[in-house]
């Protein structure tokens, strides 16, 4: 007998579709069917929590960048340098003695002898640049800070490799600030170079130098001027303005980024408590010199001896360049984490005009030609009173990470219940099912005759068709129950009768 299978509609995706044919038996199939379908939900999981973790190994992350106007700034140091080391007028002859090979002078006296059979005392390197470099009491002939005036006595000295120099606003524990933006509202020095007492060339030597003018350099309070490299240049003869524009920039350490955390306490170089690029490098420069030579610079760190003028020529000035040249094997300066530096817009004008040269001739008691060729202008202020934050952050973090994964757990883990929760659903209607189909006892097939035609079930035919086969009936005889009533009146042979009864 057919069994009866429901055709009741059912969502598409739902696995209870298995159910609404419990007459079927609980073959692989379904099984198979489903436990596939299981896999083929895990699968897009797993990759994609693979996926996602090794998105997060890579450690990538996405840089920032705010603007943040605040109400006063600190002010920056600046650090100035005149180009020529050692004052003309200032050299000893023991200095040009001594100073020979670095100045290209010849070692002779005052009164043009030579003075190689003078004896002359050790050189202190020291004290010759301490002495012989440019005085800012000398140069400096006007000084204001936001309208206000200023001297020499609010520089602090600095040696570099220009000798000796100087800083305005240098302490980090009381830094100057402005609150306004806008030239005039910053530091306005004008300086004399004295050009007249740069050295003369008689040779060219490692530090012969052909320019006239000041190194200036812009930097925190926290790293030490790195003017040799980082510095710009600024012209007698004309009135710069510097521009400034703060930015503070934050980095990832490792594995995100590749910058330096400072360390509490800890002291790169004296006086600056913070780790810089410009302090590390200077410490690497230092001990490199130490290593080859023995001694130290003027402008290095450190309680070592200090070089005398021929180290300097023959074996500290060298070691200097290979250091450079070889910064990426000896000297590895990786970037702090928290850094402060200064974008700059530089333009300049010239100065001074016909009726103001006459006046600081006047002055300064000078010539034309002189304030012309020595005087200079420098004006350094705040383009506008906001900062730029740039800062890296993390892109992809471990709660990232886990809240992926969770969410992506949380999908496919239901689905997969789900499905087990159907497969298990299935079975118990397959079982109760089969449970049914057992107790119910098989009724027999009932005739119900219509009209005056004979009504035979199917097993009766077949079982009919199979008595057929045992006997012939004669021409004209039928099986009493395949006759119509109106057949009755004629006569039946004996034996398909027999046969009839028989079957």
């Known amino acids: 007998m057919w069994r009866r299978c429901s ?24 099984l198979f069917f489903l436990v596939v379908g299981k896999e083929a939900l895990e699968g897009p999981r797993r990759w994609k929590a693979a996926r996602s973790a090794l998105f997060y190994l890579e450690h990538p992350h996405v840089t920032t960048l705010d603007e943040e106007a605040t109400q006063k700034m600190v002010f920056p140091a600046v650090t100035i340098c005149n180009i020529n080391r050692f004052r003309h ?33 050790d050189p202190d390197m ?65 300086l004399d170079i004295q050009q007249e007492e740069y050295l003369p060339i008689w040779r060219e030597t ?110 500290a000035d060298h070691t200097l360049d290979t250091a450079i040249e070889d910064s990426q094997e000896r000297c590895i300066c990786p970037t702090p984490c928290n850094l402060t530096r200064y974008g700059k817009e530089i333009s300049m004008v010239r100065i001074p005009n016909k009726g103001s040269a006459r006046y600081l001739a006047r002055k300064y008691n000078r010539n034309e030609t002189y304030i012309r060729e020595n005087f200079l202008v420098l004006d350094i202020f705040f383009e506008a009173l906001n900062y730029e934050a740039i800062e890296q952050k993390k892109a992809y973090n471990l709660a990232g990470l886990l809240g992926d994964i969770g969410g992506q757990m949380g999908l496919f883990i239901g689905a997969s219940v789900l499905t087990v929760l159907e497969i298990l659903d299935y079975i118990c209607e397959v079982i109760r099912d089969k449970v049914a189909h057992g107790l ?10 219509s009209g005056s035609i004979a009504t035979l079930g199917l097993e009766e035919i077949k079982e009919q068709s199979s008595c057929e086969t045992l006997g012939h009936h004669s021409e004209g005889t039928y099986p009493t129950g395949l006759l119509p009533n109106h057949h009755h009146r004629h006569h039946y042979s004996p034996q398909g009768v027999f046969e009839d009864f028989a079957c």
Not at 91 to 116: E, Q, V, W, Y
């Open 206 to 315: 490692n530090e012969t130098s052909f320019e006239a003018g000041i190194r200036v350099q812009i930097h925190s309070q926290d790293e030490p001027p790195y003017i040799h490299q980082l510095g710009f240049g600024v012209s007698p003869g004309f009135q710069t303005f510097v521009s400034c524009q703060e930015q503070r920039l934050t980095y990832l350490p490792q594995p995100w980024g590749s910058c330096r955390a400072s360390v509490k306490e800890e002291q790169i170089l004296p006086g600056y408590e913070s780790y810089s690029i410009a302090a590390c490098r200077l410490l690497c420069e230092k001990e490199a010199v130490v290593q080859n030579c023995q001694c130290r610079m003027v402008h290095m760190p450190g309680n070592e001896t200090i070089c005398s003028p021929n180290v300097y020529i023959e074996c």
């Open 89 to 121: 007028s200032a050299l000893t002859d023991a200095d040009i003695f001594h100073l020979a090979n670095m100045t290209g002078l010849p070692p002779k006296d005052r009164d043009g002898h030579k003075a190689s059979d003078l004896l002359y005392p």
């Open 7 to 30: 055709l009741d509609p059912v969502p598409a995706d739902d696995t209870r579709g298995a159910r609404s044919c419990p007459s079927l038996s609980l073959s692989t199939f379904p």
């Open 126 to 190: 020291a004290d010759i640049v301490n002495r012989t470099g440019h005085q800012l009491d000398d140069m400096l002939k006007n000084c204001s800070f936001s309208g206000e005036n200023c001297s020499a006595e609010n520089f602090t000295v600095v040696y570099t490799r220009y000798g000796k120099c100087y800083t305005f606003n240098g302490d980090r524990n009381k830094p100057r600030v402005t609150r306004q933006s806008g030239m005039g509202n910053g530091l306005e020095i004008m």
């Open 440 to 449: 119910r006892r098989p009724k027999p097939p009932l005739k119900k005759p």
